[in-house]
């Protein structure tokens, strides 16, 4: 019975009339045999000249199994495919899960859109789970805390004017009044006021570190993450850096996070740009990151927050 079945299988593959892999009954010879009659791919199979199929139950188990790791592109030396059949559009890869802390690769330019080579981005700092209600606390945590909180307001004793009495207290038909500096008069205290105080409220270290590392995962997984290779711009010239925005698709607002010191010209050619801001690392923030777009960062710059990230928090 396997031999009738090896001699159908021998003829599809004469008039190469082969389609899916479908676990024939295949025994070593007759896989021999149609070896030279096929080549080495047809249809959703991969076969090769050391592969041999054993059957179980109707099922075939593979022994050995050799994949090829190689990518085909119009400018290959390999002969298996012409040249002319291979398309030179970007292949589509599936969409990946977010949150497996997985490192990522990412490719590395610059302002001039030269290829830099690339950076692996560490899983545990751009690949976290995304919590909408970590992001929340930590951006109320940053509004409170950066409020100034010199609201103040005068008592009736810090008010200025007389403490006399205004006029007697029976006789006259009026309502009684001991001064004129109560809250009821024009020109007098605030009762119940606010007064300079602290609004800040409590965030921990755990939580605000873990807020950026979701920020973070977020612009990367929406492809809204670049990097550069560093931020040095050839002059002061804010043009420069319109024309570079004016390049980039679905940018609105854009962030520039550099390792150090900003550069002066940098500085000077965005200064005058309210869509472009300008931070060092160790400023990095969830609401700037949040109120940006896009966010393109420096060599420098990834390896200090990874490092700041991975530092022991101290209690």
């Not at 007759?30 to 592969?51: M, P, Q, T, Y």
């Not at 004129?180 to 606010?194: D, E, K, S, V």
């Not at 979701?214 to 931020?231: H, M, P, Q």
């Not at 000077?268 to 109120?291: C, D, E, F, K, W």
Request: hydrophobic share 35%.
């Amino acid at each position: 019975m396997a031999v009738s079945i090896s001699k159908s299988i021998l003829r599809s593959f004469g008039s190469l009339n082969v389609g899916r892999c479908i676990s024939p009954f295949l025994s070593y010879q007759s896989f021999r045999a149609s070896n030279d009659l096929c080549g080495h791919v047809f249809g959703n199979c991969l076969f090769s000249a050391e592969s041999s199929s054993f059957v179980k139950g109707g099922a075939a188990s593979l022994a050995y199994r050799r994949f090829s790791t190689s990518i085909l592109t119009p400018g290959s030396s390999d002969g298996a495919f012409p040249s002319d059949l291979l398309s030179t559009k970007a292949v589509l890869t599936p969409e990946r899960k977010i949150g497996l802390y997985q490192d990522l690769v990412i490719p590395v330019t610059n302002f001039h859109n030269e290829d830099k080579g690339l950076m692996v981005l560490a899983g545990d700092v751009f690949d976290v789970p995304i919590k909408k209600h970590i992001i929340h606390r930590v951006v109320r945590w940053q509004l409170a805390k950066r409020q100034q909180g010199t609201h103040s307001t005068k008592t009736i004793s810090e008010v200025s004017g007389t403490g006399r009495k205004p006029y007697q207290q029976k006789g006259t038909g009026r309502a009684r009044h001991g001064t004129l500096r109560g809250p009821q008069f024009r020109g007098g205290a605030t009762m119940h006021g606010p007064k300079p105080r602290s609004h800040a409220i409590k965030c921990n270290k755990k939580v605000r570190r873990l807020g950026l590392k979701i920020a973070l995962t977020a612009r990367a997984a929406e492809g809204k993450l670049l990097v550069f290779e560093d931020l040095e711009v050839p002059t002061h010239k804010t043009k420069n850096i319109v024309n570079y925005v004016n390049q980039m698709e679905n940018t609105k607002k854009l962030l520039l996070v550099d390792g150090g010191l900003i550069n002066e010209k940098l500085k000077l050619a965005t200064q005058n740009l309210h869509y472009v801001n300008v931070l060092p690392s160790i400023g990095l923030n969830v609401y700037s990151i949040l109120l940006h777009d896009t966010l393109v960062m420096s060599r420098d710059a990834i390896n200090r927050i990874v490092e700041r990230m991975h530092t022991p928090i101290n209690r």
